[in-house]
Each structure stands twice: as C-alpha cells, then as structure tokens.
C-alpha cells in the first residue's frame, strides 16, 4: 500500500549514518557554561508541531472554527514564550542576537516565501496530472524524474556561479524563473499534454529551484559564527518548512473555496465526477497563481536584503570556518 513509500528513506537513512561516522570531523567550541535549553526545545517543538497541526485542519474545521482558533492561540503563546524564554536564557537553543545579521534574516524570508510557493506547487501538480490527466501514481512519479535531474544539475551550476556574480543575482534568477514555472501551470488545459503543458514548466521550474535553493542556504550561513553555525542551518531548514506548511494551508484553501461553489452550482457532488475535471482545474489555476505571487514575494525580498555584489569563495570560507573552530579546539585543549 501507499504505506510503503515511507521505508524508502530507512536505507537511505543507515547508508548517511554509516557514512557520516566515517567521513565527517567532528568540531566543537568548548565554553565556560554548558546548559541544555530545555524550556527552549520543549516550547518551540509544541509550538510549530501546533502550528502545523492548525494549518493543516483548516481545510476540514475551517480558519474561523473553535478548534483552529484555540490551536492557534495554543500555538502562538508556545511561540511567544520560546521568544522570551531565549531572550533571558544564558544558553539559548536560537540565539536572537543572531538576527542582526541582515544577510541570515533575508534568506529566512525568502526560504519561508519558497517553501511556501514550491511545496505546494508539487501537491497541486499531483493532482493534475493523476485527477485531470488521468495519470497512474507511478507514471507520475517517473515524470517528475527529469525534473529532479535538472534540479540537481541546476544546483551544481548556482554554486559555482554564486563566487563569479554573487548569491543574490543567483537567488533573484532562480526565484524569477520557479514564479514563471508556476504561471505557466496555471494555464495548463483540461487536456493537456506532458511534453507541451508540464514538461516545458519542469525545466524552467528546475533551473530555478537549482538556483534558488543552494544560494539561499548559502547566504543563510553568511557571516554566522562558527559555533552558532548549527543554529542558522536548522533556522533556514525550520523556515522553509514552516513555509512549506502555511503555503500549502493558504493555497488549498484558494483552491477548495475556487472550486467548491462551482460543483454546487453545476450539480456536481463528487470531485471523481468526469464533469468536475474543469471546476477542479480552475481552483487549481488559481492556486498555481498565488504560488508564483509567493516566490515573486521572495524575489523582493531578496532584493532588499541581500547584498550586490560577488560573494566569497564558499569552499575557502568553509575552509576559514573549520580553521578558526580548530583554533578553539586548540585554545581549549591548552587552557
């Protein structure tokens, strides 16, 4: 059953394990005070696992119901007591002071704004192709193969074109073209066609996530400590996810509320009517839209906080990063 698809990542997951054990160094900056926030982990984990758990109900309670309103206030104390707990903590699990960093508060923006155009763009092309198109499960798994490839061949071509024209250029590129992507979606016809109505929205799709993904998480780690750069990777992670989340709530409900009066309307009360195919695609339109306005959101932000320029070489700053965490280390050992 559909079951099935989530043991495909427990080998994945024992091969990164076995692998990293042997190939990554550990490092590590020894410090006078060694506290464990525990209040901190406990309050933004309940928080965002709320958060989500709220969003996601909205398609079935409604934005306005009992439920949704008592699991968002439920969510934003949880929220607001992290802020104030990390504010007064000597150890902090997410350090505020590190928002004073411009470069690492832009990426968060715009990796919130993209998780929140990008992720639903995948669920609302799943449903074109397997409800209006008719595709099988699998053969719509196999055609978003390409798109993989060329994403992953996109990201390798950002990363060496992020030291020649800079990370923003690179981001603002690749936030342009994932928008174009989605605009191009939102034309695609009740009969469509794979090579003339996806496929060209693939490619373009790709490139741009290729280019947008790695120079935002790249930009999210600029500037950053050494030993505090744990926390602003799983900050961009966070704020992507947590985008990802809203966008898909905020898109699905465009999209249901789009459709909804439609089917009433033309008598229809099954979304698996034959007859709904148009309704259905026409909520999904708008939806594709939206989700082009989010990226080109994320596109001014990226005009606004990030800055002109060519950005330093990423493997000698990486390299700059490990040689002042070893001097630490050495400091350490010494003292």
């Known amino acids: 059953s559909w079951r099935w698809i989530f043991f495909i990542n427990v ?11 042997r190939v990554l160094q550990e490092s590590k900056i020894e410090r006078e005070v060694r506290r ?6 406990v309050s933004v984990t309940a928080g965002l696992m709320l958060l989500v ?9 409604g934005w306005t119901s009992a439920r949704s309103l008592l699991l968002f206030a439920a969510a934003v104390l949880l929220l607001v007591g992290f802020v104030v707990n990390e504010a007064r903590s000597k150890e902090p699990l997410l350090p505020l002071s590190i928002f004073r960093n411009r470069t690492l508060s832009g990426a968060n923006v715009v990796g919130f704004l993209v998780g929140a155009g990008v992720f639903s763009m995948f669920l609302f092309l799943s449903f074109y192709m397997q409800g209006i198109l008719g595709y099988s499960a699998l053969k719509t798994g196999l055609l ?8 992953i061949v996109a990201a390798g071509i950002s990363q060496a074109l992020v030291t020649k024209v800079g990370i923003r250029n690179i981001l603002a590129a690749g936030l342009i073209m994932v928008a174009a992507a989605q605009l191009w979606f939102s034309r695609a016809p009740v009969n469509g066609s794979y090579m003339t109505d996806l496929l060209p929205g693939f490619i373009i799709g790709a490139l741009g996530l290729g280019f947008a993904f790695v120079p935002d998480a790249i930009a999210a780690l ?19 996810q947590i985008g990802g989340a809203l966008g898909v709530a905020i898109l699905l409900t465009i999209a249901v509320s789009r459709y909804t009066p ?4 033309n008598g229809i009360t099954s979304q698996f009517d034959p007859r709904a195919k148009p309704f259905l695609l026409d909520g999904y339109h708008a939806a594709f839209f939206w989700g082009g306005m989010m990226s080109l959101l994320g596109f001014l932000a990226t005009m606004v906080f990030l800055k002109k320029g060519p950005s330093p070489d990423v493997d000698t700053e990486f390299q700059a990063m490990q040689r002042q965490v070893g001097s630490a280390e050495t400091a350490a050992e010494e003292s």
Not at 36 to 41: E, I, L, N, P, S
Not at 227 to 239: E, M, R
Request: glycine share 12%; proline share 5%; charged share 10%.
């Open 36 to 41: 464990y926030d525990v209040a901190g982990a």
């Open 222 to 240: 600029q500037g950053v400590k050494p030993d505090q750069a744990g926390v602003a990777s799983g900050l961009i992670n966070t704020s992507q």
């Open 144 to 151: 978003y193969v390409p798109f993989g490839v060329m994403t």
């Open 11 to 21: 080998p994945v997951g024992v091969i990164v394990l076995i692998a990293s054990l």
């Open 53 to 61: 758990y709220a969003l996601v109900g909205t398609l079935d309670h």
């Open 262 to 265: 439609l089917l009433v309307e």
